[in-house]
Structures are given as C-alpha cells and as structure tokens.
C-alpha cells in the first residue's frame, strides 16, 4: 500500500494558488521547491522533500513546476533546478541550489526548531561569499584572457548551466538537444561552477542570458538563434566551415 502524501505538501497549480497558500499564516516557514520533470536530481530531492514534510507537520512544502510557472521561477530569480526558497510568510529565510539535500535540511532544522524572530537574508544569499571575493584578484584584461581561451577551446564550445547529461535549464536542455539531433559535437562549459565567466562572457559577448553558443571562438548567439539556424541549414554550414 503506498504511503499518503503528506498534508501540508502541495503541487502548486498558479500564482494565485501560490499566495493564498501563503498567505494562510504569515508566521508559518514554507519551503518553495521548483523543480523540472527531465532533471534527474529533482526525482531525489522529490523525495528528500517530501520526507521532511513528513518530518517537520508544520511546514508549508510547496512544489513548483519551474518551466510551467515562469512567472513564479521569474519572481524568485529561479536559473536552474533543483532550487529551494525558505520562506517565513513573506520573508526569505534562505535559498538552496542544487541538489543538496544536507544544507536542505539544516536549514529547515535551523528555523523550524526555532521561534525566535529570524534576520531575513538578501538575495545575494544564493552567491557564496568566498569564492566571489577570490574572483577579485583576477583583473579584467586576465579575465577576457581566459574568457578567449576558453571560447577557442575547441571548435564548438557551448557555455550552458549544468552538463548536456544533466542540463540546469530547459534552454541549455533544449539546445543541447538540439545540436545532438544535428550531429554536431562540441565542448560545454558550466557557467553555474565559475560566476567571473558567467558574468564577464555576458559583458564580452553583449548577450544576457545562456545558454551561449561559440564556433571558431566567436559568438553564433542563444537557444532562439541558434534553433533559426539549425531550421535554415545555416547552422550546419557554419560548423562545417569552421
């Protein structure tokens, strides 16, 4: 017989569904988890989640389509899957990325064991402190140095979130899809590992988002480019002339 879903975890139907349940009990932690049905490490922190609502009767465990509710993703600065929002009411508490189901439940522990008034933390709280601060002795002329080398790493170089194995983002998912389905091999870059190359490829490039496609060491464009290109043939004759 399988086990009942735990009351107080829900699959989150729209923004009005996510605010009235939020709004029930503003002194409630609630703990938003956006997830996406192709990235393999959501079915196991599926799982983690669903165990700690079971553990914690309190909590408020809220499951988030990200690619189906974009405007929920959007408003919570979502950019990969698995990611964690803790919330008290309003108030962000904390914020996971990635399948860390330790730090998961630590914080979860910290405040749900707690009824002392919790600081609430920034967004910058997503941004690890140490490594952004190592990043500073890299100058700017070092870092478009290194931007280059690794634009010209090999002929096809793809600058997406995650790993064509395990994509972060339905549009690094999608266009790495697509490139296999063109035959089309290539290198890939994580830009979520490096947050200079992730920030100074979008300044060097003048392009915002990821992912980025680079052939022959120069910038071909995102996922809605290169999918015009692929459609018009112009994609595969770039690739072979490089």
Same mark, same amino acid.
């Given at each position: 017989?399988?086990?009942?879903?735990?009351?107080?975890?829900?699959?989150? &139907?729209? #923004?009005?569904?996510?605010?009235?349940?939020?709004?029930?009990?503003?002194?409630?932690?609630?703990?938003?988890?956006?997830?996406?049905?192709?990235?393999?490490?959501?079915?196991?922190?599926?799982?983690?989640?669903? &165990?700690?609502?079971?553990?914690?009767?309190?909590?408020?465990?809220?499951?988030?389509?990200? &690619?189906?509710?974009?405007?929920?993703?959007?408003?919570?600065?979502?950019?990969?899957?698995?990611?964690?929002?803790?919330?008290?009411?309003?108030?962000?508490?904390?914020?996971?990325?990635?399948?860390?189901?330790?730090?998961?439940?630590?914080?979860?522990?910290?405040?749900?064991?707690?009824?002392?008034?919790?600081?609430?933390?920034?967004? #910058?709280?997503?941004?690890?402190?140490?490594?952004?601060?190592?990043?500073?002795?890299?100058?700017?002329?070092?870092?478009?140095?290194?931007?280059?080398?690794?634009?010209?790493?090999?002929?096809?170089?793809?600058?997406?979130?995650?790993?064509?194995?395990?994509?972060?983002?339905?549009?690094?998912?999608?266009?790495?899809?697509?490139?296999?389905?063109?035959?089309?091999?290539?290198?890939?870059?994580?830009?979520?590992?490096?947050?200079?190359?992730?920030?100074?490829?979008?300044?060097?490039?003048?392009?915002?988002?990821?992912?980025?496609?680079?052939?022959?060491?120069?910038?071909?464009?995102?996922?809605?480019?290169?999918?015009?290109?692929?459609?018009?043939?112009?994609?595969?004759?770039?690739? #072979?002339?490089?």
């Amino acid at each position: 017989m399988a086990t009942p879903t735990p009351a107080n975890l829900h699959q989150i &139907e729209s #923004s009005s569904h996510l605010q009235d349940l939020l709004s029930e009990d503003l002194h409630r932690v609630s703990l938003l988890y956006f997830w996406a049905p192709w990235a393999e490490p959501c079915k196991q922190m599926a799982e983690v989640v669903t &165990e700690l609502s079971r553990k914690y009767p309190k909590l408020l465990s809220l499951q988030i389509e990200a &690619e189906s509710h974009n405007d929920i993703s959007e408003s919570f600065d979502i950019e990969s899957v698995p990611s964690f929002i803790v919330l008290r009411g309003h108030t962000l508490l904390g914020r996971i990325v990635g399948a860390d189901a330790r730090a998961l439940s630590e914080t979860l522990a910290k405040h749900l064991t707690s009824s002392e008034s919790t600081t609430p933390l920034s967004h #910058s709280d997503r941004s690890p402190a140490p490594p952004l601060a190592a990043e500073k002795t890299e100058t700017p002329e070092e870092l478009e140095s290194r931007l280059r080398q690794l634009m010209n790493s090999s002929k096809v170089v793809l600058f997406m979130k995650g790993s064509p194995d395990g994509p972060r983002c339905g549009f690094s998912r999608k266009i790495c899809g697509l490139l296999r389905d063109n035959h089309i091999a290539y290198s890939h870059f994580d830009i979520l590992t490096d947050e200079s190359v992730r920030q100074g490829l979008k300044k060097l490039n003048d392009w915002p988002t990821y992912p980025q496609l680079i052939v022959k060491g120069e910038f071909v464009g995102g996922l809605d480019i290169v999918q015009e290109m692929a459609s018009n043939g112009e994609l595969q004759e770039l690739v #072979s002339s490089a």
